[in-house]
């Protein structure tokens, strides 16, 4: 199985930026690619972003597109996910997840545990 990490924990302010991280270990690399998902209390986990792991294709939810950026680096199996501009409905758990790069929660097998992201305003 794959293994997800997922660190970068932290508070900011509104219009801060902060880094997210997801190292994935266990069996193999993942084959497709790694995706983000959020989910703030009382709402359903949603698409974030996602990149590819074999050319570095990108996908994103348009309330973050311009703001955010996912990256990956194969050598060190890790991706990450660069959040600029942040805003207060930011604040969420964010997840990683693998391996796929389709905005849906159900394409994905793999999860990581969860790392909270917290705006101010």
């Known amino acids: 199985d794959v293994q997800l990490q997922a660190l970068g924990e932290g508070w900011r302010r509104r219009g801060g930026s902060l880094r997210l991280s997801c190292q994935a270990s266990?069996?193999?690399?993942?084959?497709?690619?790694v995706g983000w998902f959020r989910q703030a209390p009382g709402n359903e986990r949603e698409f974030v972003a996602a990149?590819?792991?074999?050319?570095?294709?990108?996908r994103y939810a348009d309330s973050v597109k311009g703001r955010f950026t996912v990256s990956r680096d194969n050598a060190k199996n890790t991706v990450y996910l660069q959040m600029n501009s942040l805003k207060v409905e930011d604040t969420a758990v964010y997840y990683c997840a693998a391996d796929s790069q389709l905005p849906a929660a159900s394409m994905y097998d793999y999860w990581g545990q969860g790392t909270q992201v917290t705006v101010s305003s």
């Open positions: 990149v590819s792991w074999s050319d570095g294709n990108t």
């Open positions: 266990g069996r193999a690399p993942t084959k497709y690619g």
